[in-house]
């Protein structure tokens, strides 16, 4: 249907959009590693390790998406415009 995307659709592109769902699945694993810590006392220090090693690996790929997007956008072959 034309006219059934909204406005906002236009100034928006896959790289943006990547960038906020990592940053959104950052912000719920940071919540869900503060509420570990905070029961730190009743769990074991692998527990504790796994679920920080788990945020550190989403960290990583939140930084490590947007540079693979960008050396694709100037892969060889591909005209810069």
């Not at 249907?1 to 990547?18: D, R």
């Amino acid at each position: 249907m034309p006219g059934s995307e909204p406005e906002w659709l236009g100034h928006v592109n896959a790289s943006v959009l990547k960038i906020k769902l990592a940053m959104a699945v950052i912000r719920i694993s940071s919540i869900a590693l503060l509420s570990t810590f905070i029961e730190a006392g009743n769990l074991e220090g692998r527990l504790l390790s796994l679920v920080s090693f788990k945020l550190l690996q989403r960290l990583m790929q939140a930084f490590l998406k947007p540079g693979r997007d960008l050396l694709a956008d100037y892969a060889p072959g591909r005209k810069i415009a």
